[in-house]
């Protein structure tokens, strides 16, 4: 079922050169440092750092770095050393100092050690042997950057234990941190619990900053912010907090421009499979949109399940993808559109505000996160800046 949108798509007439025919990925840094902002203002007392693991969570490690830095933060985390070492050089290109956590601290060994002295990077250790390797290194090398330990709570996934912390002291960390679970549940006694254990490490060193709390973490209040908040998700406008209204901004609008138009007949089937069959005549757009983009191949609506599918915005009506989406198209059923919208060329909102990062994810059965990062490289991507 298709309802009216109040926002608007591009007009009639807005649209892109079909010699070039290319999805359009809006990024907004100025929403993205907005969010950053907001959050600060909510953990205060706690510093706001910001996660830009996996190129920024999809958007761009350069620009979105940079406009972070520009305003003010001063704490990055990614995964990789490699990606560190990319932050490095952006941050030092721009003139920002900012501290850089590797969350995946090792493997360590010579050249990793080369690349964290080179580049001052923190490595976050898990494990006895980063441990030792670490608290070696600092015997037999001047000027090596401080490091993060970081406490298994509970995810049972990377992490020290409660009784390695007299080999953690070893290394006098700068932070130690630990990662919640569940922090997107409030309820979920998970919570409470490694809140609890996390308080009791954290004891243990005194002179060394705290971190537990992830996007979520925040809105668990002051107990889970300690002196670092760590959000990555809700800088990028995904929800921290679902079930409830969103209260980042949203920072990301996909457009794809629609190529072609078919008038299909009751009974005529749509895209690879013949998994979707039109139940009277339709009015189909093709759009230059696939998996090799990010999109999920369960993206449309199929004859086993017609009100499932992806929503795309054509002028202000609410359209559904419908058939398998393929590696480079998807179809989109424009039955209900003003004919003045159907010219080749024309843009359709794939995601913004009006159909959200939240709505994408649920109707291919995905995550934000997942979502996002997955968005794809062959999009003209346009940063609007602060």
Request: net charge neutral; glycine share 10%; proline share 7%.
């Amino acid at each position: 079922m298709r309802t009216t949108c109040p926002r608007a798509c591009d007009p009639p007439g807005a649209r892109a050169n079909l010699t070039h025919a290319r999805a359009r990925l809006t990024i907004d840094l100025g929403a993205i440092v907005a969010n950053w902002k907001r959050l600060g203002v909510l953990a205060h007392p706690a510093e706001a750092a910001a996660v830009v693991k996996a190129d920024a969570y999809g958007l761009g490690l350069l620009p979105v770095a940079s406009a972070l830095a520009k305003a003010g933060c001063g704490t990055f985390f990614v995964a990789h050393a490699s990606e560190g070492a990319a932050l490095r050089r952006i941050l030092r290109d721009g003139g920002h100092a900012a501290a850089i956590y590797i969350l995946h601290g090792g493997p360590l060994d010579a050249a990793g050690l080369e690349l964290y002295q080179a580049h001052d990077l923190r490595p976050v250790l898990a494990s006895l042997p980063e441990l030792s390797f670490w608290a070696g290194a600092l015997n037999d090398h001047d000027g090596l950057p401080t490091s993060a330990v970081h406490f298994d709570t509970g995810m049972n996934r990377l992490g020290l234990r409660a009784g390695d912390v007299d080999a953690a002291r070893a290394v006098s960390p700068a932070l130690v941190m630990s990662h919640f679970i569940t922090s997107e549940i409030p309820d979920d006694p998970n919570n409470a619990a490694q809140m609890a254990r996390f308080a009791s490490l954290r004891r243990a060193f005194p002179h060394a900053k705290a971190s537990l709390a992830n996007s979520s973490g925040i809105f668990l209040g002051p107990k889970a912010r300690h002196d670092l908040v760590r959000p990555g998700f809700a800088l990028y406008g995904g929800n921290p907090c679902p079930g409830q209204p969103n209260p980042m901004l949203p920072t990301v609008r996909l457009d794809v421009p629609m190529l072609q138009f078919r008038d299909v007949s009751a009974g005529e089937t749509v895209g690879y499979g013949a998994r979707f069959t039109a139940r009277k005549p339709m009015r189909l757009a093709v759009v230059p949109l696939g998996y090799a983009d990010g999109f999920a191949r369960n993206g449309g609506a199929l004859d086993d399940n017609p009100d499932q599918g992806c929503l795309a915005l054509v002028g202000q009506q609410r359209c559904r993808f419908v058939g398998r989406v393929s590696m480079d198209l998807s179809v989109i059923d424009v039955s209900e559109v003003p004919e003045a919208w159907l010219t080749p060329g024309t843009m359709a909102q794939v995601l913004g505000q009006a159909v959200t990062l939240d709505d994408l994810a649920t109707a291919t059965q995905r995550i934000g996160y997942e979502v996002l990062t997955s968005l794809g490289r062959r999009f003209e991507r346009v940063y609007q800046t602060l």
